[in-house]
């Protein structure tokens, strides 16, 4: 039976973005407070409707996916010179050989991504290419490769764009670490704000970067060209080798150069970012990315040649080009200036192309049971912002371990990509292989060359950086794959365990259930709780008290008055932990698979704070503890001391909702709980995010029928929170009733728990301190 209103097949409420009250525990005005400054931040909530209007055009998505690459000429002719140089002084002319063997490099990969793209018109990039073609095993290793580098992208890009501006004002120098966790500070508060909403905020640097490089590049090029070419500013040079160059030092060159290809697979990874046709626009932004990036590594390669420009302590050699160029007290030496800002403005915005791939790929992940499932998550600004605030931190413990040094940092760089690079070419070669399309032999061999190409370089970068570092890099990877593989046997596990029990759990007879009042005090919170414990109870109610320095010794006659001695009150034994006590009582009942023992538990709060929901430690205790007993269900009755219905008359009416997410044992079992109570009326509610995930619970509805209405009520913002007061406000509106949220609640144990929502949890800090609200937890041991 499925009960709709308003239209099919969703309920409308009339609920707007607001975030819910301050029920976990904030004053209303600290709260207001809170929700303002995030409003100032972030930007007010969009519904999951607009994602549409979110995609980005272009102009705007060069700026976002391609500042990576395209940056990198900042620092990729350096980190090869500072090689040559370590080597030999007359070395440094063979930077511009090795960066033309890098720019054809760049080249072939992005002509097989762009293939690529043809053939997969979805995100996810080096992971999909390889795991649809080559296997799970391949496809995690990409995918592992690709975190990896994403990450090790923001701390090298802003610590790198630091050391730019601290080119300029070496002053700064001893606040680089300051200044990295800043830049990464402000990039995610930017993210945060939304994938369109940041693309204009960072448009505005990266065009003007593009547009000085490519001025630097002319202006010196002629001036070399017509007279002279001018000479670089190096102050505080690095010490240069005297010894020979050999093939170990031009690999180990050309690898530190490769720097350059990093972020090319990013528009792979955010094709459905692009506006439609999607495939199409991608395609040709990365074409536009590679023409922008490899002129302007290409030139400042040359430039460093002609301008003897070196690697030093004190400033980039983008820096030092620059300068020459335009050298001070000449017409021109304000664009210096704007070289530097601007250098500054794109390295921290190539953190920026972490920021994008980073949370599609660990969404794409999470969705196919190999990351933690909050990762899928939607923020109110409709980006995956539980993995942007994760990269933010993990790049932040990199700059504090590695005190911002990009030299340090730099040789962590660049394995990550290259192995996914093969990879994915790899699954590319075996796409055209099998699907043989028109032009299948031409594609083929052009990811061919490109596989064998990037795993050679990926020998090679292993081979010349493990002792400087590379060899955390390679652990990292591996490890990361034991992670994917262990999250996913633990969702498969509890995925077919959950599957195969729902049936169990309909055929199971109506299950008795043994209702126990404690009672700590007599207050209003207990006057409730009793009389919600009488209602359910079908006469066979049960009271118990366990006695706490305090306690009123009279408690138990004064009950028996107060009951009209039914039932009487049972004194248990004193405890360390009332938990102990109650849990002895409680197992004289039978209860487990088919039998509930529901302990119901009053609260009177002084305040509505959740510090002090916790510091009320003897209930905080005894309620967790008794989630955790098989069969036990915990009903907690909170009642806000001094509210307007503190003495009012008892309510007359109990209204049952079942919050569900899915149809499986769990939710199941809470439902057949609810239907047992024996309420004056009962429905299950699900909060439908997105348009389809209505049709999906109605088929699973009408498969485990359970003989209670279901309600589908639209959740545009993606959030329990609003919803779900809104449609338990249209119940308390009555005076005389009360609503009884009976939530399911998986319970896992130790580290298992990062992996699931806490729904549960999340509902009950927010309805803790909603008047008229009783919650019921309905545990599903997970053992």
Partial sequence: MLKQEAREPKVELDVDETPPPPAAGLSAAAFGVLTGAKRVVIGRARPTRALEETLLPKTLALPIFASDPISSVAYATEAALAVLLAASLSARHLVFPISIAISALLA?????????????????GSYVFAK???GTLPGLVAAAALLTDYILTVAVSVAAGVFAITSVAPSLTSYRVELSLACILVLTLGNLRGVRESGLLFALPTYPFIASMYAVRVVGFAKGLTGSWPRAQVPHPLAAGAGSVGLFVLLKAFASGSAALTGVESISNGVTAFRHPQARNAARTLVVMAAIAISLFLGVSYLAVKMDARPSSSASVLSEIARGVFPAGSSGSLVYYFVQAFT??????????SFQGFPRLAALLARDGYFPRQFVNLGDRLVFSNGMLILAGLASVLILSFRANVDSLIHLYVIGVFTAFTLAQAGMVRYWLRTREAGWRKSAVLNGVGSATTLVVTAIVIWTKFTSGAWMVIIAIPTMIAGFYAVHRHYRSVARRLRAKANAVLARPQPANTVVLYVERLDAATREAFWYAR??????????????????????????????????????????????????????FPHGEGNFVTVVIPELFRTPSLLSAVMRRSTFSLKHGLLREPGVVVTDVPKLAGSSDGDSAEPRRAVGVVPIASVNAVSLRALIYARSLGLDDTSAVFFSFEDDDAAKIERDWERFPTGLPLEVVDAPFRDLGKPLLTYLRRITADPEAVAVVVMPELVVRGTDRLLHNQRALYLKRILLFEPHVILTSVPYQLV
């Fill in 344 to 353: 500054l403005a794109i390295l921290i915005l190539a953190a920026n192309t």
């Fill in 108 to 124: 072939i990969v992005v002509l097989s991504y762009r293939q690529g793209i043809k053939a997969y018109s979805s995100s996810g």
């Fill in 535 to 588: 209602k359910i109870s079908n006469g066979s109610l049960r009271a118990i008290h366990v006695p706490f320095p305090g306690s009123d010794p009279g408690i138990r006659p004064r009950f028996f008055s107060w009951s009209e001695g039914r039932p009487a009150l049972e004194v248990l034994s004193e405890e360390e932990e009332p938990l102990d006590a109650v849990l002895e009582y409680v197992w004289r």
């Fill in 132 to 134: 649809e073609n080559l």
